[in-house]
């Protein structure tokens, strides 16, 4: 299987996973996500910080959502190599972690482990690994400049994993970065040259996430942009590093925002409003759009034209989330207008679809010309 040229970090969620089933299949076989599980219910957590004591309730429902979830993965990837880090599970009762290494040991989806993980969450990995062939991914949550601790940490890892060999990507996951002032770049930097010369890896990505974790409360309804750092970022790695014979791959968090996965899946209503957004070249265009009220479906319309009459617009034929984007702006009636979880669909869509694209166009990159949506 060739190396990816792009991998988007993205929460198993009805969502994403159906922006992912729904991209062209020539932007598919190009695009190899981290999947990460979401809690199934209970409150809000932090990838890399462990709680106190299990939080999910009922072992046996657990069990079961997490059946469904992988399944739905596996659906969506059509038998394709991904990641999935099954790092809010880890904590819960051990029947249900086990659950989730049967379920992978049939599918081509590679386990993940990291700094920070039990012992014996890195060993049942490497096994797993081992007996599918499929190889590991090793998650490395940057928060900070690292120092030769955290070379010591995965060379910890590396040797836990132990012989015989099996395939090892490095995931080098930055997080949020929606500062200008942020050294993310440097961060990122620092990592590869510490971590880069450890291990012969089979992919090596360095993700980070722009799109906004909030939004302020004077959000006006005209377009507001966000940058896109993540994008920035890549592009400071790639020309420090130019001529270096480690390749990096590009990752990001899609268009949605870096806790996604953060978030139980149950965790019912939201606020009375969405986002509706673009990709453009730097920058995520954006617009608040209600969730309920008289008016509502003739407003997200609206709000709609504003996305699909701007000039960064590529047209409808780019992508399926740049026609449902034409679709829902100039449809009628309240069906098509869409929530917030088809809101972020479409934006995955359009913005995957636009990251392969532009990739392919970079000197030395596979070349060939990418067809619009087949």
Not at 144 to 159: C, F, I, N, S
Not at 188 to 204: F, S
Not at 322 to 349: K, M, Q, V
Request: aromatic share 8%.
């Amino acid at each position: 299987m060739a190396e990816p040229l792009y991998v988007p970090v993205l929460p198993v969620k009805r969502n994403a996973l159906g922006a992912y089933a729904s991209l062209a299949p020539s932007v598919r076989a190009r695009t190899t996500p981290l999947w990460t599980l979401a809690p199934r219910t209970g409150p809000l957590r932090t990838l890399g910080h462990r709680p106190a004591a299990p939080l999910d309730p009922d072992p046996a429902a657990l069990t079961h959502w997490l059946r469904g979830r992988i399944g739905e993965v596996k659906k969506a990837q059509q038998a394709t190599p991904a990641w999935l880090d099954a790092f809010h599970a880890e904590d819960e009762p051990g029947p249900v972690a086990a659950g989730v290494r049967e379920l992978l040991a049939d599918s081509p989806l590679r386990p993940v482990t990291g700094v920070g993980r039990a012992e014996w969450q890195t060993t049942a990995c490497a096994e797993l690994a081992r007996a599918s062939g499929n190889g590991l991914g090793i998650r490395v949550l940057l928060n900070d400049l690292p120092d030769e601790r955290r070379t010591d940490a995965v060379q910890g890892l590396l040797d836990r994993i132990g012989s015989p060999p099996v395939a090892v990507d490095l995931l080098l996951d930055l997080g949020a970065v929606t500062d200008e002032h942020h050294s993310a770049d440097k961060w990122a930097l620092r990592a590869l040259d510490l971590l880069g010369p450890l291990h012969r890896w089979r992919t090596v990505a360095v993700m980070a996430g722009a799109f906004p974790g909030t939004l302020p409360e004077s959000f006006p309804a005209p377009l507001e942009e966000a940058h896109r750092f993540d994008w920035d970022i890549w592009h400071m790695v790639r020309h420090a590093r130019s001529g270096h014979p480690l390749r990096v791959t590009y990752g990001d968090y899609g268009a949605h925002h870096t806790g996604g996965a953060d978030q139980p899946s149950d965790s019912g209503g939201g606020p009375p409003w969405g986002v509706l957004r673009y990709t453009a070249e730097r920058t995520f265009l954006l617009v608040k759009a209600p969730t309920a009220g008289e008016g509502r479906s003739a407003a997200v319309r609206a709000l709609a034209r504003q996305l699909v009459e701007a000039r960064e617009f590529r047209g409808a034929a780019f992508s399926a989330g740049e026609r449902w984007l034409r679709d829902c702006a100039y449809g009628t009636g309240s069906s098509g207008s869409g929530n917030p979880a088809t809101w972020t669909r479409a934006g995955h869509i359009q913005h995957m679809a636009y990251v392969v694209r532009t990739l392919r166009t970079f000197p030395g990159y596979p070349t060939g010309r990418i067809p619009m949506d087949d």
